[in-house]
């Protein structure tokens, strides 16, 4: 495992992460915008989701949200992280990263093709899978979950709650890799979710279905911080 992929990851800011969401924002079309709001209101890391688009289209939309990220980034002097979710040529042609779930490809495959710099992300629901991830040796980050049921995906395992992010968070510490969660995160239950000594919180519909994207991260992003353990 290389250092400088974990080494990327221990720097980034994880408290809040993006997921956009292609019709939620009204289109692709309306990502970029949405996705310079989220950052506008404090999220450091987006994660470009699209299962429906081509690989053509998905690139283009990537590309344009890499361009944002980097434009408002910039303007507040911050880093944005973007990630791209499971198409690791677009990752590769971009320079970007990637998360991948368990049905996708192995993140050991997707080392090998990205290479040692590259922050990757696996999804996980269980103990299980987390020993199977950290085993193989290839993540940096996992998103953990979904911690409630939710709306935006009806695919999941079942929900981990907030006893079991808690302790996958902490053995995925205790192996050196970051812990995010994800799966019914909203601004009333954000602290709560701090409160397990995880990293960071991973939304989808919180920020790409609000009426003020930016708003609303703000106030994602403030529960989280606020709650977190000392």
């Known amino acids: 495992m290389s250092a ?3 080494e990327r ?7 809040l992460y993006f997921v956009t969401d292609s019709a939620m924002a009204g289109g692709a079309k309306n990502v970029p915008a949405q996705v310079a709001e ?6 450091h890391v987006i994660q470009v989701r699209d299962k429906h688009l081509d690989d053509t289209a998905y690139l283009e939309l990537a590309r344009k949200v890499r361009a944002v990220a980097r434009e408002v980034g910039e303007r507040h002097g911050r880093e944005i992280t973007v990630i791209v979710n499971d198409r690791v040529e677009a990752a590769r042609e ?5 998360h991948v779930g368990q049905a996708d490809m192995p993140a050991s495959q997707v080392r090998e093709i990205l290479g040692p710099e590259a922050i ?3 999804s996980v629901s269980n103990t299980k899978q987390l020993e199977e991830v950290i085993a193989e040796g290839a993540a940096d980050v996992v998103g953990i979950g979904p911690i409630w049921t939710t709306a935006t995906k009806t695919d999941t395992d079942p929900a981990v709650g907030l006893e079991g992010l808690a302790s996958l968070t902490a053995r995925a510490h ?8 994800i799966g019914g995160i909203s601004i009333r239950n954000a602290g709560e979710v701090a409160a397990t000594g995880c990293d960071g919180i991973c939304v989808v519909s919180a920020i790409a279905a609000s009426e003020d994207p930016a708003t609303s991260a703000t106030f994602l992003r403030r529960e989280f911080v606020m709650n977190q353990p000392l």
């Open 94 to 98: 971009l320079g970007l990263d990637v």
């Open 120 to 122: 990757i992300g696996v």
């Open 38 to 43: 989220a950052i506008e209101g404090g999220a």
């Open 9 to 15: 990851a221990s720097q980034v800011d994880w408290a």
């Open 174 to 181: 205790e192996a050196g890799i970051v812990s995010v969660a």
């Open 4 to 6: 400088s992929s974990r």
